[in-house]
């Protein structure tokens, strides 16, 4: 019986659980394969790798906060994302081998109603979710600018890329609004951290917050009262475990199942 799961420290509340076990059961494969969740420190997280790819009993593990650079940092072969990115949210156990991928950055581009190509985006933050964002949208054809709090993380991102920082943006020149950053997590509030009003969505932009909270962030109701096109972190979420549950099995998931699985 193949397993998968998703390692993080902590991941008791990870959603992906529930939603990969729902693209396994539309896939009629919940009897053959099972998908759970294991709680892995940073010092026992390169030795647990190495045994799950070693006991032959897993197909693969989806990686998040805080293993994601370890993950591509151990694994035998990258993907170009991955490498590029330098933080891996899938790997995939193979002939002995050890896979790494990013489906965060196609996740990102898959959840977006249109891509934005040859028109600006705006990228909140520059840890690692931002770093699949810029190299998913500038990869894809999209003029990227960079905003973070810690300015000089910014610029070295933003020079690691090739793409523009902005210390002041102004909302409104930019087809997308990606927020990156972990503002919203803990309930902040988002026009005190971030570079935006209340008022500075404008109608037809299209505006991604990756924070997945309860209820819709205060981020995402606002742009939606400008008429901007929202699309929220869960959405992400539900895009990035398909691609990763491709990889494995070979077949496309129900997008339809994750979602209802995700927000029940
Ligand atoms: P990370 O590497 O720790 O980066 C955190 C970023 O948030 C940094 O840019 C940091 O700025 C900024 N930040 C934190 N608190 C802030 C504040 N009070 N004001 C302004 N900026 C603040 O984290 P990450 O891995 O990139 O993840 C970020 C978020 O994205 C998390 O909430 C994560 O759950 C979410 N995410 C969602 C998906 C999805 O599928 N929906 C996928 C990946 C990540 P400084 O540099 O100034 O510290």
Not at 5 to 33: K, N, Y
Not at 58 to 71: F, L, S
Not at 226 to 253: F, K, N, Y
Not at 256 to 262: G, Q, S
């Amino acid at each position: 019986m193949p397993g998968l799961a998703v390692i993080g420290h902590p991941v008791a509340h990870s959603r992906s659980p529930d939603m990969q076990t729902a693209a396994l059961s539309d896939l009629g494969l919940a009897g053959e394969w099972t998908y759970g969740a294991i709680d892995v420190s940073p010092e026992d997280f390169e030795a647990t790798i190495a045994e799950l790819s070693a006991a032959g009993e897993y197909a693969g593990v989806n990686i998040t906060v805080p293993h994601k650079e370890a993950a591509v940092a151990m694994a035998d072969e990258a993907t170009e994302s991955a490498r590029a990115i330098g933080a891996a949210n899938t790997l995939t156990f193979r002939d002995g081998l050890i896979v790494a991928d990013n489906t965060d950055a196609g996740g990102l581009l898959r959840s977006l109603p249109y891509l934005p190509d040859g028109e600006r985006a705006l990228v909140l933050g520059a840890g690692g979710a931002a770093r699949a964002a810029i190299w998913a949208l500038a990869d894809a054809g999209v003029k990227v600018d960079v905003w973070n709090r810690t300015r000089s993380k910014g610029e070295e991102l933003a020079a690691h890329f090739k793409v523009g920082f902005m210390e002041h943006p102004n909302p409104a020149d930019y087809a997308l609004i990606v927020n990156t950053t972990a503002v919203g997590l803990g309930g902040e509030d988002a026009f005190a951290h971030l570079p935006l009003t209340a008022d500075s969505f404008v109608p037809g932009q299209v505006v991604l917050d990756m924070v997945y909270t309860e209820e819709p962030s205060a981020l995402l109701a606002a742009a939606a009262a400008a008429g901007a096109t929202t699309v929220d972190g869960l959405e992400m979420l539900v895009q990035q475990g398909a691609l990763s549950m491709r990889i494995w099995t070979g077949e496309e998931p129900s997008i339809e199942a994750m979602r209802t699985a995700v927000r029940r």
